[in-house]
């Protein structure tokens, strides 16, 4: 890895990949066996800061969003606060139904899930809060228990983690070890600007050349090797790689035209549609037993769709906390003109003017969540503006589906029996219902929606006011509508879209794990594309 300062001007390369993320990672690793390829990341690297991501640090590490985080903050158009990565930071393999539907092969599926895991993935171990979750999501009918697995089974299991146990958290970036250092370049805090094609005649726009600038404003280009096979690989993720294609003159014209974009490449109306995030509802739970920290080990899959999950003494400082409450602010004035005028900033106001009141430097929360599957609900992503730096206008539209609610409300009414049940008495005092633990919810300044005051009696009215983001946000660049099922730009040449802008739902409990799997997967088939063109080329 390298600063994007140290690249040539001009450079050129078999595959191009925009964004070191999840996906990337695994793709470029796997490319590199057998073809030149450089990474372009506008993020730093993990490495530079490693304990920064540990366990005990998770919380601060998601709130810290100074330019050097890895959390860039985006509000979106529904006032629920969001983060999007800078660099790379992955999670644990589902299998999924998503085989299937997405026509992937069953067996090299499993290949690239194993070859993730065999770097990243370790079997938690589990102590007290956590048997005492798990328990009680038994109790409360999340059935059969599955033991520890790394399968999508409806019940109760133990999933795995990227947190060693020493409470280190592993990364794709620890997929570049696969690489073949001969043929790979990693610039990183290079920003890529525009990728840009030839037209020829009646042919296809192709892609053959990318801008990046690195963080002394320095512009760089960089093209593909003269080859047939060669390409350009965008994995910006949900948010990035949509606008960028927009930038780059390919989506909606309508809206290109709107913004300036020249020249218009292709119209491409769907460039941005279908996004989706999966709406969270959380639950703190003051305990009266301190002591160990956990994260996500025990997950109820429920067969009405929502996913259970908790964690226990999770650090969080106030300092921190302030600070990411500011910088809503501070986002909300910059985009006020075109931000909707339904978000308010009343509660941040006030939660902010009761942290003066004097807390400890950092206090810890132990917490339940639901995550609804899919969703259903489905939103857009239009550009602010010409800089693919600032984030783009996204709405979400969550609930829109009374199918996405109905799975909340289900997911609610699980939580509440597992506070309630007899294996987890020990970690909740005595005497607080949950009612008293809905009530504290609603009056924590989680998103910037309306709050009604009948949400502690009605869970319905609960999860529209109290909605979050699992982070777990996708499309923008769907198969079948903006991709093909090879992930190549539906009408244009040598451009693929491989990252989680493609899915049409979230996959699995939670995603990287299949991120990371399509990375590699992808890139075993690109590999085998190239080998069999060359091979009938030296045959003819
Ligand atoms: C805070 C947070 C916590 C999460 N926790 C979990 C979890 O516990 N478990 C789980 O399974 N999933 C989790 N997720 C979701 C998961 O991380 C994402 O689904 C996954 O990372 C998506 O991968 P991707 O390759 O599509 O995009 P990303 O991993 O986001 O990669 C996109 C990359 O492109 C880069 N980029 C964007 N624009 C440009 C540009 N113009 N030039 C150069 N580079 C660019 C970005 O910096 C980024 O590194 C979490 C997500 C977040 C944000």
């Known amino acids: 890895m390298k600063d994007a300062t140290l690249a040539p001007l001009y450079s050129s390369f078999d595959y191009i990949l925009i964004g070191g993320g999840t996906s990337e ?9 057998n073809a030149r390829v450089l990474v372009l990341e506008r993020g730093g690297s993990p490495y530079d800061n490693p304990t920064a991501s540990d366990l005990g640090n998770f919380a601060n590490a998601l709130f810290k969003i100074t330019p050097n985080s890895w959390s860039q903050l985006f509000i979106s ?41 065999k770097k990243l993935v370790f079997e938690p171990r589990v102590m007290g809060w956590q048997t005492a979750f798990k328990d009680g999501l038994l109790e409360a009918g999340v059935n059969p228990y599955n033991g520890f697995t790394y399968d999508h089974i409806y019940g ?127 639950i703190f739970i003051p305990s009266p037993m301190p002591g160990e920290k956990s994260l996500v080990q025990a997950v109820g899959i429920t067969k009405f769709d929502s996913y259970i999950e908790g964690g226990n003494n999770v650090t969080l400082s106030f300092d921190l906390t302030r600070r990411f409450f500011d910088g809503v602010l501070h986002v909300l004035n910059e985009t006020s003109r075109t931000t909707s005028s339904q978000i308010l900033t009343q509660p941040i106001v ?31 992503l239009e550009l602010r503006n010409m800089n693919p730096e600032d984030n783009p206008s996204v709405t979400f539209n969550y609930y829109q589906e009374p199918e996405d609610l109905n799975k909340c ?27 008293v633990l809905l009530n504290f919810m609603l009056g924590l300044p989680t ?45 244009i040449d040598a451009l693929r879209v491989i990252d989680g802008s493609t899915f049409l739902k979230s996959p699995g409990t939670n995603p990287q794990a299949t991120v990371m799997m399509l990375g590699r997967y992808m890139g075993q088939k690109i590999l085998k594309e190239r080998a069999a063109f060359f091979k009938n080329q030296e045959e003819a």
């Open 25 to 33: 990672c695994a793709l470029a690793a796997t490319l590199s066996q």
């Open 77 to 117: 158009e529904d006032g629920v606060y969001n983060t999007q990565h800078t660099s790379t930071c992955p999670r644990w393999r589902l299998g999924n139904d998503y085989v299937e539907e997405a026509e992937w092969v069953r067996e090299e599926v499993e290949a690239a899930y194993e070859w993730v895991e």
């Open 156 to 282: 109760t299991k133990i999933g795995g983690t990227i947190f060693d146990n020493a409470g280190h958290r592993h990364t794709a970036a620890n997929l570049l070890e696969y690489a073949n250092p001969d043929n790979i370049v990693v610039y990183l805090h290079a920003s890529v600007q525009k990728i840009l094609f030839t037209k020829t005649g009646r042919l296809a726009p192709k892609a053959y050349e990318v801008i990046f600038h690195d963080r002394n404003g320095v512009l760089h280009k960089v093209e593909l090797a003269n080859d047939t096979m060669n390409e350009v690989i965008l994995s910006a993720g949900a948010l990035g790689s949509p606008q960028l294609l927009m930038l780059s003159g390919v989506g909606p014209m309508a809206h290109l035209a709107a913004h300036g974009v020249k020249p218009v490449v292709i119209d491409h109306p769907m460039v941005g549609q279908g996004m989706g995030d999966n709406p969270m509802s959380t």
């Open 350 to 380: 006030g939660f902010l003017k009761s942290l003066d009141g004097g807390f400890k430097d950092m206090t810890t929360v132990n917490v339940m969540v639901q995550k609804v599957a899919g969703p259903v609900s489905r939103g857009y």
């Open 409 to 435: 409300i289900e997911g609610l009414k699980t939580i509440i029996k597992v506070i309630d049940s007899k294996a987890f008495s020990k970690y909740k005092y005595p005497g607080v219902t949950a009612r």
């Open 447 to 491: 998103n910037l929606r309306p709050r009604h005051v009948t949400s502690v009696f009605n869970l319905k009215q609960f999860c529209i006011d109290t909605v979050m983001t699992m982070w777990h946000y996708h499309g923008g660049c769907q198969v079948g509508k903006v991709v093909d099922k090879n992930y190549k730009v539906i009408g």
